[in-house]
């Protein structure tokens, strides 16, 4: 993570905020680190980023991301459906279609197709949820405050904080504390009463794994992380096995993969723009993005993001430049040793004449030449729960 | 035989006319997990403090200096295989590289083992 916070790190800004669970975390030994303008735990004392990235795989994780901005839309009084109309004017899929307790997966764009954040869209019933990068989260307040009518009410929960439950045995420790939870199936979520209160459960994640995002009032949010780790199946873990995690799930990270400077056809994310809207458009990117779908569709498009898989055990990391024979042809996005497949893994936006499986080419890390292979994303395989 | 350390956490050991280098354990501590360790190929003239290799954890990649001047003579192979052995054992079996001591002299700037200890005790 070491410059993947050197854009709110900048000298002159603001002073780093606190976690909810700051004490939370020092209390477990974690090493913090700043990140997204706020002091984070990179890792935990006694395991490592390893340890906590395979625990993760093989059992649950306890992840803070209260760095995320949590959001929610309201419809104008006496106008239902406002709130997802006038959103999906800046997002290229369907809000208004989104039935109560389902999620989305989508983007805030440019009119020149760039994005500017990626989010999810949560129709909880009485409004709309936005989870946004805590990044990014004070630009999208403003984008949004721009662009919706006034009469759209914008609330930031700030007063929320989210832990994420990775892992292929989140869902028994999740049911324990909040029976039902388990039923929800992958990008649904729900409102369940824990202690004397509330808290919203979505089964969704960063890791490639099946898990929860659990959204807990920062007054509540100390008990409960602490009966989540109470069960022997969960143990903490920080930013540098989430950023691990997420890039063996091939998911990019806004700032490094994203900016906006990137449109999502390029990003290969154009499942997140909705067939519908392709038609009809009306969203704020909608010309550029039928440009880039246009250049795919004739093999003209320039860039694309790809998975790259290196040969040996030397990783290449963000900024390293990517060769077909002496024609530079790309640059790494993110890029580390992989864990799981004990072998350096990268993703990069490379010429997209390139972008084709098993494509042989090379990375330049210092004075080596890397052989790497382009590689369908995800590297290691999603396990969503969809329902049994 | 003397052991001396530098502000950048490398250890080195000196024995007659040559030297062995690696990192300390707060080193390999603050580094975390070792995936990758890029040793200098044997003959390399060092400078002290110029690069000399580069440690690869999960997260990043950071440069080791060289704490002396002198030529590289002999590299740890067995971190090629096993390139934890710089988290396991750091300050023994998981050394860098052996190298000539190009002028003694340069050995009086860095810190003993107490100096490196209350070093690491202000950090």
């Not at chain 1, 909810?20 to 477990?28: F, G, I, K, M, Y």
């Not at chain 2, 300050?91 to 340069?106: H, K, L, P, Q, V």
């Amino acid at each position: 993570m070491s410059d993947a916070d050197t854009i709110d790190d900048l000298p002159g800004e603001l002073p780093l905020a606190k976690l909810p669970l700051d004490s939370w975390h020092r209390a477990r030994g974690a090493r913090m680190v700043p990140f997204a303008g706020y002091e984070m735990p990179i890792q935990y004392e006694g395991g490592g980023i390893v340890a906590e990235h395979n625990w993760t795989r093989e059992s649950a994780s306890l992840f803070d991301v209260s760095h995320m901005g949590q959001l929610a839309l309201k419809d104008a009084p006496d106008d239902p459906g406002s709130a997802a109309r006038a959103l999906e004017k800046l997002l290229p899929g369907l809000v208004t279609s989104l039935k109560p307790g389902r999620m989305r997966y989508s983007l805030l764009l440019t009119e020149a197709g760039g994005v500017i954040d990626d989010l999810m869209v949560t129709n909880t019933g009485p409004h709309l949820a936005l989870v946004v990068n805590g990044a990014c989260k004070w630009d999208d307040i403003a984008h949004l405050r721009e662009h919706l009518p006034d009469e759209i009410t914008l609330t930031h929960f700030d007063d929320f904080a989210l832990l994420a439950l990775q892992g292929p045995k989140a869902h028994e420790a999740l049911a324990k504390l909040v029976p039902g939870a388990e039923a929800l199936t992958f990008m649904t979520a729900g409102l369940f009463a824990w202690g004397s209160g509330h808290i919203w459960v979505s089964r969704a994640g960063y890791t490639g794994e099946d898990g929860f995002e659990i959204s807990v009032h920062e007054k509540d949010v100390g008990a409960f992380a602490d009966a989540l780790v109470a069960d022997e199946r969960v143990m903490p873990a920080g930013l540098g096995a989430r950023d691990s995690l997420r890039l063996e799930a091939g998911l990019p990270l806004y700032g490094h993969d994203l900016t906006n400077n990137i449109d999502p056809v390029s990003a290969d994310l154009a499942f997140a723009i909705s067939k519908k809207r392709r038609d009809t458009g009306g969203y704020l990117g909608h010309q550029a993005i039928m440009s880039r779908l246009a250049d795919e569709a004739d093999g003209t498009l320039a860039l694309r993001r790809v998975g790259l898989l290196l040969d040996g055990r030397m990783p290449a990391r963000e900024g390293a430049e990517v060769f077909a024979g002496d024609t530079k042809i790309g640059t790494v996005t993110s890029g580390g040793f992989s864990p799981t497949l004990q072998r350096p893994i990268a993703m990069a936006y490379i010429d997209a004449a390139y972008a084709r499986e098993g494509a042989a080419l090379e990375i330049a890390v210092r004075s080596k030449r890397l052989a790497a292979t382009v590689s369908p994303l995800p590297f290691v395989p999603h396990r969503y729960f969809r329902g049994s | 035989m003397p052991r001396y350390f530098t502000d950048e956490h490398e250890w080195i050991d000196v024995e007659d006319d040559t030297a062995t280098v690696g990192i300390t354990d707060y080193a390999q501590e603050q580094l975390g997990d070792i995936v990758f360790v890029e040793l200098p190929e044997v003959g390399k003239a060092l400078d002290k403090g110029g690069d000399a290799a580069v440690v690869e954890s999960v997260k990043a990649a950071s440069d080791v200096y060289a704490p002396i001047t002198g030529e590289v003579n002999e590299v740890n192979e067995s971190l090629e295989d096993e390139p934890a052995l710089v988290n396991t054992s750091p300050e023994e079996d998981g050394w860098f590289f052996r190298m000539t001591i190009g002028d003694a002299s340069e050995l009086k700037d860095l810190m003993d083992e107490a100096a490196y200890k209350e070093f690491v005790d202000g950090l």
